[in-house]
């Protein structure tokens, strides 16, 4: 048995992260990380799954049936992405029914973005380009991250993401390139989601209390600000490339950043939507509750015909 | 209502022949056909499996990580074992 004092523990754990070597659900790990990362992990995993609302919202009313296969086979991911999530979450002591009670009581937090209602087919196109985006540019480091089933987890995520970027954008180029209407559409779309999809990366810095800490245990490797600068960099040509415009008249680039300098964005509004006023966020929940209760029977018919079988199989 | 919740399963798939089935994570399921069904949607939506094991989680034994460096210490210290630590003359090859 180990008889060395926590501080010591500490100290180890500490240098495996230093030198990254990743951490995996026995081992042991100071109580800080392993909340933080039930935290973060199940935050995510809701967000994957109330994520699947606003898309689901248009399966019925996709303009083709190729569109239509496209946009149901993306949303089946983001429900492979809740599970494989859940699963490492599982992985630290997860309760993951208590985890979905937390969610349906409004005690769990998930991504802002999805309190946003999808008004327009456009707004397929921009979620995927935007949000899916968004996605990606926070998961591609979490790869990374020092918790081995997280990090795996991300890997399967990230290679899946890049389809629904895709998708997206193919939806929105098509509309800019379309009549004054569509075009009209696609740019009313990117209006109402380029404010949210950038609150998507978090507060500020100054305004991220827990961060440092979650980069010095390797849980983050980039800060919320970088990501988010990045993102804007990356998209800023991918609107001009399509002819639609950035609703940001402070968007300019600064030659000696290497950057783009952007506008200030409305936290009060971000606040708001994470203390659950949002536009969606009752009917999220709303949908998401009553899909548990509606579901019970086929979980309960699930139990009952294993029951079966298994009486079956003993009598054989 | 019954709130019997699914046990856990943890998941192996072969992606192809001649490999051998590699650990992907872990579902739940009611019973092990039902882990297999769902596995298949979770973990091969992209052709990656062809064949697939599932195995109640709680089934699993595993070795200590705290012990570990005891446990393994008998390979570390027989490097002997490896061909590299051989001398090989200049001029011999195929060896
Ligand atoms: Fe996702
Ligand atoms: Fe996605």
Sequence with gaps: MSTKNIEELEREFQAKIDADIKIEPNDWMPEGYRKTLMRQISQHAHSEIVGMLPEGNWITRAPSLKRKAVLLAKVQDEAGHGLYLYSAAETLGLDREKSIDDLHSGKAKYSSIFNYPTLTWADMGTIGWLVDGAAIMNQVPLCRCSYGPYARAMVRVCKEESFHQRQGFEIVSLLANGTAEQKQMAQDSLNRFWWPALMMFGPNDDNSPNSAQSIKWKIKRSSNDELRQQFIDVTVTQAEMVGLTIPDKDLKWNEARGSYDFGTINWEEFNQVIQGNGPCNKERIDARRNAKENGAWVREAANAFAEKRKKKELTH | ?95
């Design chain 2, 1 to 95: 209502m019954s709130s019997k919740e699914w046990p856990l399963w943890e998941i192996f798939i072969r992606s192809k022949q001649g490999l051998s089935h590699k650990h992907v994570g872990s579902l739940r399921a009611a019973d092990a056909q039902m882990a297999i069904d769902n596995a298949r949607d979770v973990y091969t939506r992209r052709s990656e499996g062809i064949s697939i094991w599932v195995i109640e989680s709680k089934l699993v034994t595993a070795s200590d990580p705290d012990e570990s460096a005891e446990f393994f210490e008998p390979s570390e210290s027989k490097i002997y074992r490896h061909p590299t630590f051989y001398n090989v003359p200049d001029g011999i090859s195929h060896m």
